[in-house]
């Protein structure tokens, strides 16, 4: 959990994480890793974490991530499992979240047309959001499972309404 970015999203990142560890035991619920921009000048940070917290499975939004664990000795996904946060299709060997970036874009521009359309500016006094869920993309730097299936794209509405 990279802190700059978890404040950037209000905590969001660190609450969604906390919450969840309520549901498993405390002997073997891990601490986050927040200290990203100066494992970036000393890796040994990270390294040392995941010698302490011995996680499965690595969350992460960075690539660099791969290269501290591999200089770590584990071998991605054999020892530890690595999925990125945000899914990008120059990695598309990484399991992880495909966020959808291109119709969150859309639902900006919708959103803000709307404003213009009603003559709104300024802060709104209720603001609104909009979620697009994100879809699983499997990769190799997880371990595989039989009987596991690729999930499919979700249907992507244009404004013709056609795909």
């Known amino acids: 959990l990279d802190e700059v970015i978890d404040e950037l999203v209000a905590g969001r990142f660190s609450a969604g ?16 890793f927040y200290k990203v921009a100066a494992a970036r000048r000393n890796p040994e940070l ?5 010698e302490t917290e011995q996680p499965d499975v690595v969350f992460t939004l960075y690539n660099v991530v791969e290269e501290w664990i591999k200089a770590a000795g584990k ?3 054999d020892d530890i499992g ?7 299709k120059n990695r598309p060997e990484w399991a ?13 521009v919708e959103m803000l047309g709307s404003l213009i359309h009603n003559r709104e500016s300024g802060p709104p006094a209720f603001p609104r959001a909009t979620l697009i869920g994100s879809s699983w993309v499997d990769g190799a730097t997880v371990r595989s499972t039989q009987g596991r299936t ?5 249907s992507r509405r244009t404004p013709s309404g056609t795909r």
């Open 17 to 32: 994480y906390f919450i969840s560890q309520q549901a498993i035991p405390v002997e073997k619920r891990l601490q986050p």
């Open 82 to 88: 690595l999925i990125q946060l945000e899914w990008r």
């Open 96 to 108: 992880g979240m495909n966020q959808h970036n291109d119709i969150v874009g859309e639902a900006a």
């Open 46 to 50: 990270f390294q040392g974490w995941l």
């Open 150 to 154: 690729a999930p499919t794209a979700p």
């Open 75 to 77: 071998k991605i996904p």
